[in-house]
């Protein structure tokens, strides 16, 4: 089993930034891509950002590229998410999500994710 606990959530203007932390615990040895989703209400959950654990090849979506950036701290293993130039439309639940299906591949499947933190809010005003 492994554990996610998220954290650095919050209320921010728009512009800003935040960076979320999400610690891992437990058997985290499988884990080969580990990352970020995001879900607003009435919308499908969609991946923001991931992270392959063993090459560090990354996923992000167009609408964060370039925004948002995750990295990993091996030692601490925690993954960050650092989230610049925020936008309203970043409001969401966000979600640290971890698989272990093996591979080098790490893409926006959340069915391929058996791992989920709790979440941690982030609201963007205008």
């Known amino acids: 089993q492994v554990q996610l606990v998220e954290s650095g959530g919050g209320s921010v203007q728009a512009g800003g930034s935040l960076r979320l932390s999400c610690a891992a615990s437990?058997?985290?040895?499988?884990?080969?891509?580990i990352g970020w989703f995001r879900q607003a209400p009435g919308k499908e959950r969609e991946g923001v950002a991931l992270?392959?654990?063993?090459?560090?090849?990354?996923y992000y979506p167009d609408s964060v590229k370039g925004r948002f950036t995750i990295s990993q701290d091996n030692a601490k293993n925690t993954v960050y998410l650092q989230m610049n130039s925020l936008k309203p439309e970043d409001t969401a639940m966000y979600y640290c999500?971890?698989?272990?299906?093996?591979?080098?591949?790490?893409?926006?499947?959340?069915?391929?994710?058996?791992?989920w933190g709790q979440g941690t809010q982030v609201t963007v005003s205008s």
């Open positions: 999500a971890a698989a272990a299906y093996g591979g080098s591949w790490c893409g926006p499947a959340v069915g391929l994710f058996g791992y």
């Open positions: 437990g058997y985290i040895n499988g884990i080969n891509c």
């Open positions: 992270i392959n654990t063993g090459g560090g090849s990354t």
